[in-house]
């Protein structure tokens, strides 16, 4: 068993690592940004795949990753898991689906709860008491739904019709744009020093340094992990200021 994962403030990495661990201590994860994940990904005939939700859709960076390397899905056992702010709909399904087209035998479906970590918007922002409170019920649902798995019990959210509308009208109808390709919309502000710390953490090698300055490209898959990271608050993608950075060793490093 192997774990591949997306994870830009570090939600999802927190998710799948829990996951495995309960389902099989010796289990390793992967970021799909790695340039080995497709190789040892080969090497395992049950895989569990796991991603931010975004708009009810998958991050474009995972459906690339997915179609650029379709002999990793050819006969595997896949289990989906997508985590949301708020409403995933069929985040899992959205993936699960491309997955049946490259030969993958879906397993089921998770999709779970984590704070917001949308630096540069308002709206869904929460206390640190109810972001803790969050993780804790999503780690419990986590380990839960893996002490099933073992019993050879699946659990399969997101993955039925009824979410497949959900997902659809809920939001992918409305906002599909945002996440049919990767974005060119990331900002850099003047408030920039050129410290060079989004260029090293980004996943897609979308920023450069040039002249003292952070410049981004035309490759963003709104991760946030440069803009809940930068020193300076200097980037920022939705919204036009950075109202509340967001890392997930904030909130488990005391034990919640």
């Known amino acids: 068993m192997i774990g591949l994962f997306f994870s830009g ?62 002999k990793i899905w050819q006969g595997k056992k896949v289990f989906c898991m997508a985590t949301m702010a708020l409403f995933s709909g069929d985040a899992t399904g959205c993936a699960a689906r491309l997955l049946k087209k490259h030969g993958a035998k879906i397993m089921g479906g998770l999709q779970v709860k984590m704070p917001d970590s949308i630096s540069d918007v308002k709206l869904l922002k ?9 993780i804790h019920a999503t780690d419990a649902r986590i380990q839960k739904a893996a002490e099933k798995i073992k ?32 974005t060119d919309k990331l900002t850099i502000h003047e408030s920039c020093t050129g410290c060079g710390l989004c260029a090293n953490v980004c996943p897609m090698e979308n920023i450069t340094i040039e002249n003292g300055k952070a410049k981004a490209r035309q490759k963003c898959t709104m991760c946030y992990r440069c803009i809940s990271l930068c020193p300076k608050q200097a980037i920022t993608l939705l919204g036009k200021k950075v109202v509340k950075q967001y890392r997930i060793e904030n909130y488990i490093s005391d034990g919640k």
């Open 9 to 70: 403030t570090g939600n999802t990495k927190h998710c799948i690592e829990l996951f495995l661990h309960t389902l099989d201590p010796a289990a390793i994860s992967i970021p799909i940004e790695s340039a080995q994940a497709a190789s040892l990904a080969c090497e395992h005939e049950f895989i569990v795949l796991a991603y931010p939700t975004q708009y009810s859709n998958i991050p474009f960076a995972v459906r690339d990753f997915i179609q650029r390397n379709p």
């Open 126 to 134: 929460k206390s640190d008491w109810e972001n803790r409170k969050t």
């Open 151 to 182: 019993n050879g019990s699946y659990c399969q959210e997101g993955l039925g019709f009824f979410a497949h509308l959900a997902g659809l009208f809920g939001q992918r109808l409305w906002f599909y744009a945002k996440t049919k390709g990767y």
